[in-house]
């Protein structure tokens, strides 16, 4: 008998007929004597409707109510979720993050877990039940519904997973598995059978909204064994682990991208100590995020300064860049929030060179201006204009045959 952590995302509980064959398929395992808890997220579409809904009343909601309303979504699929195994003939009770005690920080829209009490979820298996759990959700201290960011539902199965010390979290999604990049962006995209910890969180941080990042944070630090899978056909899916030498061991494993950037430059700010300091402290004061940070060298005393921030936060860093410019007797302000990061990763890239050229070179011959770059150990990224996102990524994809398993070495 195995315990079992099943997540269901929002196309794969859509409609009355999906949900009853997600109960179709949790009762076939249940049937095989497993335990299972299963979380769930809301239907698909509903959490934008719900946020549509509070920004027709107000601009800027409260994040608090905001975190209430949104939470409903996940609370209608647990209960439709719970009547379809019922009836079945399974036996199940479903349960919102806080009645399972799922503990978060106060930090409404993106609450980070800090514990879970497993308490009344071991007493509903132990008796034969299935747990089904509502996804993406929790609460504080002071018992304020707190929300854990888009596609946190991903974090609350690899949390509940590694609470319960559980066999094995099964994430089901649209997809078969884990591509080499985005299948609706390059059809021919190749599922992987395996992909390390380290590449996931890196594919999950540059974009790839496959899973959720602190999912894989968490999965990493408790060593949860995960997998990603379709809940529409039956396969292996793509297994996320540590186990790198037995990987495909190619140079790179995956293409990642991000619509959401903006970057921001200020011109002609002159080369003198804290600079850097006067221009990103008012920025983060205003909790704006940094991502990419690129000063040139200076030539006449002189020196240009760009950054990326996430798109939403364009306006608000624009305003506060404009705010300072004549305190720093900086040039000028400019800024550009139609471009998009597309990243190339690999732990292979750790012991091979070259391929940063291989990069470049594949964008230069489809006359793709290179904006920004920076690199890590295991990923390369460059900023590009919004309008060739596509394009960049076929072309990699093709330039670093990701199409083809590589051969062993
Ligand atoms: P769910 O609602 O089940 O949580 P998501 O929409 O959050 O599903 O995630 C699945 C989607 O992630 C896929 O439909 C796919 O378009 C996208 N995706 C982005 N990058 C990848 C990738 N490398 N491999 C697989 N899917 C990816
Ligand atoms: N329903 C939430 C969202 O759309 C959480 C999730 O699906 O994981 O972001
Ligand atoms: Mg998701």
Known sequence: MALYVYKF???SVGSVERIKAVAERVKKVHDQGHQLVVVVSAMSGETNRLIGLAKDIQQSPSSRELDVLVSTGEQVTMSLLS????????????????????????????????????????KDLDSGRVVVVA??????????????????????????????KADECHIYTDV?????????????????DKITFEEMLEMASLGSKVLQIRSVEFAG?????????????DGPGTLITYEEDQMEQALISGIAFNRDEAKLTITG???LPGVAFKILGPIADANIEIDMIIQNIAGDLTTDFTFTV?????????????????????????????????????????????IASTMFKTLAQENINIRMISTSEIKISVV????????????????????????QR
Not at 99 to 122: C, E, G, H, P, Y
Not at 176 to 192: E, I, K, S
Not at 221 to 233: D, E, H
């Open 384 to 407: 590009v204009d919004e309008k060739y996102l596509e394009l960049a990524v076929r072309a990699l994809h093709e330039a670093f045959d990701l199409e083809h398993k590589p051969q």
């Open 310 to 354: 996430n798109r939403n936060d364009y306006p608000k860093a624009k305003e506060i860049l404009d705010s300072i410019c004549s305190e720093l007797n900086a040039k000028a302000v400019t800024g550009d929030d139609k471009i998009v990061k597309v990243s190339i990763v690999g732990v292979g890239m750790r012991s091979h060179a070259g």
């Open 269 to 271: 700010v002159p080369d």
């Open 83 to 122: 009547m379809a195994l019922h009836d079945l003939g399974c036996p199940a009770c479903s349960y919102t993050g806080s009645q399972v005690k799922i503990l978060t920080d106060s930090s409404f829209t993106k609450a980070r877990i800090r514990k879970i009490d497993d308490a009344r979820m071991r």
């Open 135 to 164: 996804g993406f959700q929790g609460v504080d201290e002071d018992n304020n519904i707190t929300t854990l960011g888009r596609g946190g539902s991903d974090t609350t199965a690899v949390a509940l997973a590694a609470a319960l």
């Open 221 to 233: 630090k408790y060593n949860v064994a995960l997998r990603v899978l379709s809940s529409f056909q």
């Open 176 to 192: 078969d598995g884990v591509y080499t990049t985005d299948p609706r962006v390059v059809p021919n995209a190749r599922r992987l």
């Open 9 to 11: 995302g929002g196309t």
